[in-house]
């Protein structure tokens, strides 16, 4: 990452060009900075060098003009409040739910507990809401396509939910597991109205707007406040699948990410949960997402 940066141009005293240049290495300076811009920015970056123009008394005999580099630094911010800015990318703090649009690009209500089937849909995140599951890949792409946002890479995932540390596993830290924590472990919902018998379940049944309703079972974003990443982010790990941005495989296969209220533990452990059994159109109670993004740099003045 780079900080844009502004030009300036003043006139100093000769005698502080020698001064100028010590501390500026002959033009050129770089340094770190922590950001934190209300929407989440949480990372440093190096900075561009920017002409500004010294030289002896103004008017004065002998006057020369030296270039030496003095940093004005900007910061880059996220397209949309809710977004944490993580090292070059952007990614939402809550699973996202979604708003309808109608032909004019107006925003209607949509039920968190409905597929979006035959909809044009775009994607929202805010703490305290029911996130949307029964929505696919392609669906969930187009969601964030429409917020101005993109799915996540697997990459990005990963990071935002263990943070800094690869050695951790949960977004809690460390390695070892601990229940109830994040909304995972409750198994499926799906005997609750169609039986034991696995074989007799059909793909209407996992899409069943009832299962995610079921009391102790879905959670309203953010509500597991020991489920959340080092980045400030929430149920990474459980609550709904996250898909990720992964082209389908060989045999037509996506990926969704970190588990759900019922598991999140069979497939891989906490952040490092994926299921990769179908194809892009797939959706169910399960299947949830949250957007990322690039961030937006401030132009150079």
């Known amino acids: 990452m780079s900080y844009a940066g502004g030009v300036r141009s003043v006139l100093a005293p000769a005698a502080l060009v020698g001064l100028a240049l010590a501390l500026t290495g002959c033009g050129s300076s770089s340094q770190g900075e922590a950001a934190d811009d209300g929407g989440g920015a949480i990372d440093g970056s190096s900075q561009g060098d920017d002409a500004v123009t010294a030289g002896g008394d103004a008017g004065g005999p002998g006057a020369t003009a030296v270039s030496v580099s003095v940093p004005v630094v900007t910061r880059a911010s996220c397209p949309g409040a809710g977004m944490v800015l993580i090292g070059d990318y952007c990614i939402d703090r ?28 775009r994607a ?9 599951g029964y929505i696919s890949q392609v669906q969930a792409t187009a969601a964030c396509a429409h917020a101005g946002k993109r799915l996540c890479s697997a990459a990005e995932f990963q990071l935002a939910c263990r943070g800094p540390d690869a050695s951790n596993w949960y977004p809690y830290g460390g390695e070892t597991h601990v229940a109830g924590d994040c909304n995972e472990g409750k198994g499926s919902m799906v005997p609750v109205y169609y039986g034991s018998d696995p074989s007799s379940w059909t793909y209407a049944d996992f899409n069943d707007p009832r299962l995610n309703q079921i009391d102790g079972g879905l959670a309203p974003t953010g509500a597991y406040k020991k489920c959340e990443s080092p980045f400030g982010l929430f149920d990474c790990v459980g609550n709904l699948h996250e898909w990720g941005s992964d082209p389908a495989d060989a045999n037509g296969h996506g990926r969704f990410r970190g588990g759900f209220y019922g ?6 452990h906490g952040c490092l949960y994926v299921t990769s059994a179908h194809e892009l159109t797939y959706h169910d109670y399960s299947t949830g997402f949250r957007c990322c993004a690039d961030p937006v740099w401030p132009k150079a003045r």
């Open 94 to 121: 809550w699973e996202a739910t979604v708003v309808e649009l109608d032909a004019a690009g107006q925003e209607h209500p949509h039920s968190p507990y409905d597929t979006v089937d035959g909809l044009t849909v």
């Open 124 to 132: 929202k995140t805010a703490p305290g809401v029911v996130p949307q």
């Open 263 to 268: 598991d999140a533990e069979v497939n891989g």
